[in-house]
T-cell receptor, first 112, second 115 residues
């Protein structure tokens, strides 16, 4: 699977949009971009995923560049409860690709 | 509805003792996964159950680790003769059918400390 690169940490002001970048320059044409997050002392939580088109759900928006080499997760109105480690991963549609693996992720701190 | 639950939430044990960790998946989910997360480390896959198929045990780190899933629902992860390096957060997840691109829903984890 393609490797992803994320900034180690970032701060965000409460109520503002948080834009989390992710590079995946070696992504293959059939690989998906997934985002999870992990709030302190909790299990990972699925946020959103996409292939080519931009996606939006009740939690966030995912913007994927046209060449698919990078993407941005947008939390439209960050709250203190959004403070967490955010993981960007690439998943391949192989039958055995159920083994999730996270890197270091981005530690996002939302400040009042 | 109820999410994935795990018990106990915390477990402290002495080196050499056996421990059992329990996972209750979301009702109706046929796929169940165990992972562990060590301090400062990423997510490590341990084992995967899907319906009545043979489980994928490829991630179990040694033969001291075993898991079972009774009645296609509750799962128990057993660690025999625990070692200090087994200290970690053990996470359970479930999904509806298993495989890609299903979303895996995680429980809160069991924090195991081996003294």
């Amino acid at each position: 699977d393609a490797k992803t690169t994320q900034p180690t940490s970032m701060d965000c002001a409460e109520g503002r949009a948080a834009n989390l970048p992710c590079n995946h320059s070696t992504i293959s044409g059939n690989e998906y971009v997934y985002w999870y997050r992990q709030i302190h002392s909790q299990g990972p939580q699925y946020i959103i995923h996409g292939l080519k088109n931009n996606e939006t759900n009740e939690m966030a928006s995912l913007i994927i560049t046209e060449d698919r080499k990078s993407s941005t997760l947008i939390l439209p109105h960050a709250t203190l409860r959004d403070t967490a480690v955010y993981y960007c991963i690439v998943r391949s549609p192989r039958s055995n690709d159920y083994k999730l693996s996270f890197g270091a992720g981005t530690t996002v701190t939302v400040r009042a | 509805g109820a999410g994935v639950s795990q018990s106990p939430s915390n477990k402290v044990t002495e080196k050499g003792k056996d421990v059992e960790l329990r996972c209750d998946p979301i009702s109706g989910h046929t796929a169940l996964y165990w992972y562990r997360q060590s301090l400062g480390q990423g997510l490590e896959f341990l084992i995967y159950f899907q319906g009545n198929s043979a489980p994928d045990k490829s991630g179990l780190p040694s033969d001291r680790f075993s898991a079972e899933r009774t009645g296609g629902s509750v799962s128990t992860l057993t660690i025999q003769r625990t070692q200090q390096e087994d200290s970690a957060v053990y996470l359970c997840a479930s999904s509806l059918m298993g495989g890609f691109p299903e979303t895996q829903y995680f429980g809160p984890g069991t924090r195991l400390l081996v003294l």
